[in-house]
């Protein structure tokens, strides 16, 4: 289309340019607690109203409503028994009718990571708005994740009880919970989820290497969130500085060694896949083995040799290979998932482990629905007791 006559081309502004303009011509410089109302704004130029951004609580049971000028105020969201729960699990968008029109609930997807929902209602609905909508919401999920760094309203607002000074610490280090991408997906569960302190894990996708850790530091409380905050600053410094897998735990056990007395110690496992082949391969360091999950079933451990915790002082230990095949997943999992039991009963183990496991995998839901509704399903089994960090990595090579 030309302009003028003149063969120049025609730079005025369609209506969705336009209203995606709105947000972004003002991201960068607008302020945390200002992301709803400008939301709000974009969507009631759609005819939209009673707009919510709704976050998931770091328990991940509830979607909690953002509180800000512009946006809909309410109860908190039940993630299994509501229909902005159901586009959560599914990340995908959810239409409901109702008596005024139809309300729309859009996931919030920032990288594969779900941030949350985006809930709104309109008169009706068609392929043009469902397509501005979800640019919007695409748009507020990254608004979301670029603001957090400078405020503290989000997550103030994703805390549904009070939690620990360690689970503070442990929360700020993690990286997101989740990461789908087309050659490989991560999901991750921490548990307690408020007082959680030894337990961490740490994941970077790096070109076609997808690097991943899990750390369990020796302890309960302050003691154990700071050596775990060492091992994973170390795994980090050492994977960026491109040292071998074997030399990454020499690294981290001199970094723990260095800082905390002899009998102190951190368990690990650090992993590197090659995304481009599947070729897997692992150091463990006094963690259980991970599971190997093939066509929804658990079909072996990953048994390796393991070197001593870190800060030990073990010998370099050997690197173990397999080669994984498309859609299989990996299981990774701390002792505390395991070995809790009720007083004067066995512990969970990992034979139970492995049974819902097997359950689950049969309903073929995605990496991250699985990894969070196995954590549920085995913190309900062991009586809701916790008495240890338990916490569990899944990540999936798609092939």
């Given at each position: 289309m030309t302009?003028g006559?003149?063969?120049?081309?025609?730079r005025?502004?369609s209506?969705?340019?336009e209203?995606?303009?709105?947000?972004?011509d003002?991201?960068?410089e607008?302020?945390?607690?200002?992301?709803?109302?400008l939301?709000?704004?974009?969507?009631?130029?759609?005819?939209?109203?009673?707009a919510r951004?709704?976050?998931?609580d770091?328990?991940?049971q509830q979607?909690?409503?953002?509180?800000?000028?512009?946006?809909?105020?309410?109860d908190?969201?039940p993630i299994?028994?509501s229909?902005?729960?159901?586009?959560?699990?599914?990340?995908?968008?959810?239409?409901?009718?109702?008596?005024g029109?139809?309300?729309?609930h859009?996931?919030?997807?920032?990288?594969?990571?779900q941030?949350?929902?985006?809930?709104v209602?309109?008169?009706?609905i068609d392929?043009?708005?469902?397509?501005?909508?979800?640019?919007?919401?695409?748009?507020?999920?990254d608004?979301?994740?670029?603001?957090n760094?400078y405020?503290?309203?989000?997550f103030?607002?994703?805390?549904?009880?009070?939690?620990?000074?360690?689970?503070?610490?442990q929360?700020?280090?993690?990286?997101?919970?989740?990461?789908?991408?087309?050659?490989v997906?991560?999901?991750?569960?921490?548990e307690?989820?408020y007082?959680?302190?030894?337990?961490?894990f740490?994941?970077?996708?790096?070109?076609?290497?997808?690097?991943?850790?899990?750390?369990?530091?020796?302890g309960h409380?302050?003691?154990?969130?700071?050596?775990?905050?060492?091992?994973?600053?170390?795994?980090?410094?050492?994977?960026r500085?491109?040292?071998?897998?074997?030399?990454?735990?020499l690294?981290?056990?001199?970094?723990?060694?260095?800082?905390?007395?002899?009998?102190?110690?951190v368990?690990?496992?650090?992993?590197?896949?090659?995304?481009?082949?599947?070729?897997?391969?692992w150091?463990?360091?006094?963690?259980?083995?991970?599971?190997?999950?093939?066509?929804?079933?658990?079909?072996?451990?990953?048994?390796?040799?393991?070197?001593?915790?870190?800060?030990?002082?073990g010998?370099?230990?050997?690197?173990?290979?397999?080669a994984?095949?498309?859609?299989?997943?990996?299981?990774?999992?701390?002792?505390?998932?395991?070995?809790?039991?009720?007083?004067?009963?066995e512990q969970?183990g990992e034979?139970?482990?492995?049974?819902?496991?097997?359950?689950?995998?049969?309903?073929d839901h995605g990496i991250?629905?699985?990894?969070?509704?196995?954590?549920h399903?085995?913190?309900r089994?062991?009586?809701?007791?916790?008495?240890?960090?338990?916490?569990?990595?899944?990540?999936?090579?798609?092939?």
């Amino acid at each position: 289309m030309t302009v003028g006559g003149r063969g120049d081309p025609d730079r005025s502004e369609s209506f969705g340019e336009e209203l995606l303009g709105l947000l972004l011509d003002r991201a960068h410089e607008l302020p945390p607690h200002r992301v709803g109302p400008l939301v709000a704004t974009a969507v009631a130029r759609l005819g939209g109203r009673d707009a919510r951004i709704l976050l998931q609580d770091y328990g991940q049971q509830q979607l909690v409503p953002l509180d800000a000028d512009g946006v809909a105020a309410g109860d908190p969201q039940p993630i299994d028994r509501s229909d902005a729960g159901r586009c959560f699990l599914a990340s995908r968008p959810v239409e409901v009718p109702t008596a005024g029109g139809v309300r729309v609930h859009l996931p919030l997807l920032d990288g594969g990571n779900q941030v949350g929902v985006l809930s709104v209602t309109l008169d009706g609905i068609d392929d043009d708005t469902r397509r501005l909508l979800r640019r919007i919401a695409g748009l507020a999920a990254d608004l979301l994740q670029t603001k957090n760094g400078y405020t503290d309203l989000f997550f103030r607002t994703r805390r549904s009880e009070p939690m620990s000074v360690s689970a503070e610490i442990q929360w700020s280090l993690l990286p997101p919970l989740s990461m789908v991408m087309p050659r490989v997906a991560v999901a991750g569960v921490l548990e307690p989820a408020y007082a959680v302190a030894g337990d961490s894990f740490d994941y970077a996708l790096n070109g076609d290497v997808l690097h991943l850790a899990m750390v369990d530091a020796m302890g309960h409380g302050l003691d154990a969130a700071t050596m775990a905050t060492v091992a994973i600053g170390a795994y980090r410094h050492a994977r960026r500085i491109h040292i071998e897998l074997s030399e990454i735990y020499l690294f981290m056990d001199r970094a723990v060694a260095e800082q905390f007395d002899p009998d102190h110690f951190v368990t690990a496992q650090m992993m590197r896949l090659d995304t481009d082949t599947g070729r897997l391969q692992w150091v463990n360091a006094g963690h259980p083995a991970p599971m190997l999950i093939r066509g929804h079933r658990v079909v072996c451990r990953l048994d390796s040799p393991t070197t001593l915790p870190v800060g030990f002082g073990g010998d370099q230990p050997q690197v173990s290979t397999v080669a994984l095949e498309p859609g299989d997943r990996v299981l990774c999992f701390t002792d505390g998932l395991v070995e809790e039991h009720q007083s004067g009963q066995e512990q969970f183990g990992e034979e139970q482990l492995i049974d819902w496991v097997n359950q689950l995998e049969q309903a073929d839901h995605g990496i991250r629905t699985v990894a969070r509704e196995l954590s549920h399903t085995l913190k309900r089994a062991r009586g809701e007791t916790t008495s240890d960090d338990a916490t569990l990595v899944l990540f999936e090579w798609r092939g």
